[in-house]
């Protein structure tokens, strides 16, 4: 074990959402530094609570700095947790933390969020300053955010061909796994860090417990390999059905980096090589699409910062007329709309801070075109809520849903809840499973359950709108918003 009495110089790796020693580039960086390495996270539980920050997400990030200080240890690297108020505090806590213990540059992971950039770029002004170098590193993607363009420079608008240039550039530059061997060396000051053993205290936000989620390397990585083994090939048929555990259910694990999206795809790349070329009947092709699609969000976000202050992608939709009718938004909340497939979702969110992909599309569907309510209040919903909650995907999601992103569903095209529920959980196994009040219904009528409860004895509420006429209300709002639009030009 080699001790750097002499030069007690510090570097810094500073954690957000990349938890992970493995295949981390900030971190890989800061050791390649050859000097000692303090590791920061920074709780700022107010920060949080304005973005709507889920508490079974913190509760996940909070089981899993204790792993991440585990493994830091065992490259002589201390994880040090501060807490403060927001973003604004954590770059004067750092700045004069760096002061502390002689800190001479700071490694970071981007994040790509308008809030985090600013954060960022405050820090590194503060830094050079006092002569302390910060460098920051593309690590939340496969490819780094401007490296898809297209012939004019510009980011592609549409999924499909943004997707073909990614496969085109991954397969000409390869993105895989990178973790450096170089042992760390000690100063005096990590060498006493690494001495107390004191448990990591609460990072000062509500607890809901996450404990069905594993937080330990070697169960996280089994979750991959057992999916790629045993699910990808089946993925394309069997993701739509969420009565059946056909997902790979990794996305928390990528939302707080415990586990990098280059790991994924070189995962599934070892067992099925031929996942790059497009095939849509091909189980290996469609996962590695939902990370592409991932990536699309996230590359949106960091070239259009107008996505992180609540402005939709279609400058027309500005001018839709949502309605804003808290009763309604309430029932959709808590699961007692009447559509039993729209209610089954919503309480599998409430209960487990998760919702299977098929279900996401439905409800943000029913939310903002059966009820014409306003996307934002969905988007912010699912963020105080979801375990996987990731600004970029979230945001993606729903304006996909709701007809105001970049490639998403079309005005006129209004999924029927009825129907979807009809074809994803065509005998009502996961209806069942979450909406206990319709546990004796028989499968022809899971779906319209009042068809079959001629006595009115059904404790469950009667469908909140109707789907025929709210789909034409929300056509016409469309239509109404892109004359307002025309007329403005």
Not at 368 to 397: P, V, Y
Not at 431 to 449: F, G, N, S
């Amino acid at each position: 074990m080699t001790n750097a009495n002499v030069n007690e110089d510090h570097v810094i790796i500073w954690f957000r959402d990349d938890l992970r020693t493995v295949d981390n580039t900030a971190l890989n960086h800061a050791i390649e530094t050859g000097l000692p390495v303090i590791a920061l996270f920074v709780a700022t539980p107010m920060q949080w609570h304005e973005h709507h920050v889920a508490a079974i997400q913190v509760d996940f990030i909070h089981r899993r700095l204790r792993v991440l200080k585990q493994q830091l240890a065992v490259l002589n690297i201390p994880l040090q947790v501060m807490q403060c108020n927001d973003f604004s505090e954590s770059v004067d806590a750092i700045a004069e933390y760096c002061h502390q213990h002689r800190v001479v540059h700071v490694f970071v992971n981007k994040q790509y969020p308008l809030n985090e950039q600013l954060r960022d770029e405050k820090l590194g002004v503060l830094l050079a300053q006092s002569g302390i170098k910060q460098s920051l590193f593309d690590d939340n993607y496969v490819l780094e955010p401007e490296t898809i363009l297209n012939r004019e420079g510009e980011l592609f608008k549409v999924f499909t061909p943004y997707r073909n240039a990614w496969i085109k550039r991954f397969s000409a530059e390869p993105s895989y796994p990178v973790t450096t061997s170089k042992e760390v060396v000690l100063s005096d000051t990590t060498s006493a860090m690494l001495a107390d053993s004191t448990d990591i205290q609460s990072l000062g936000y509500p607890v809901i417990e996450s404990v069905l989620w594993p937080v330990d390397e070697e169960a996280i990585l089994q979750r991959l390999d057992t999916f790629c083994v045993t699910k990808a090939q089946d993925y394309h048929q069997q993701r739509d059905f969420p009565a059946i555990d056909g997902t790979s259910c990794l996305s928390p694990f990528l939302a707080i980096g415990a586990l990098s999206a280059r790991q994924c795809v070189h995962q599934l790349l070892q067992h099925f090589p031929h996942a790059l070329e497009v095939n849509k009947e091909d189980g290996a092709f469609t996962w590695l699409n939902e990370i592409i699609w991932r990536e699309f969000y996230g590359h949106l976000l960091h070239r259009y910062p107008e996505l992180s202050k609540n402005h939709p992608f279609q400058e027309y939709t500005q001018y839709v007329c949502w309605q804003d009718n808290p009763t309604l938004l309430k029932a959709w909340q808590e699961g007692k709309t009447g559509f039993p497939i729209v209610d089954a979702a919503m309480r599998q969110l409430r209960a487990t801070g998760w919702m299977h992909n098929r279900l996401r599309m439905i409800t943000a569907s029913f939310l903002t075109k059966d009820l014409l309510c306003d996307w934002r209040a969905g988007e912010q919903w699912f963020m105080q809520h979801l375990i996987d909650g990731d600004f970029a995907s979230n945001n993606g999601g729903w304006q996909w849903a709701a007809s105001t992103g970049t490639d998403s569903q079309p005005y006129f095209r209004v999924f029927n809840p009825t129907l979807q529920g009809q074809r994803f959980d065509p005998k009502g196994d996961f209806i069942r499973t979450w909406v206990k009040e319709l546990a004796k219904v028989p499968d022809k009528y899971i779906h319209t359950p009042h068809q079959w409860d001629s006595s009115g004895s059904l404790d469950y509420p009667l469908p909140i709108v109707d789907h025929k006429e709210a789909r034409l209300l929300a056509i016409e709002a469309f239509k109404q918003a892109k004359a307002v639009m025309d007329n403005h030009q």
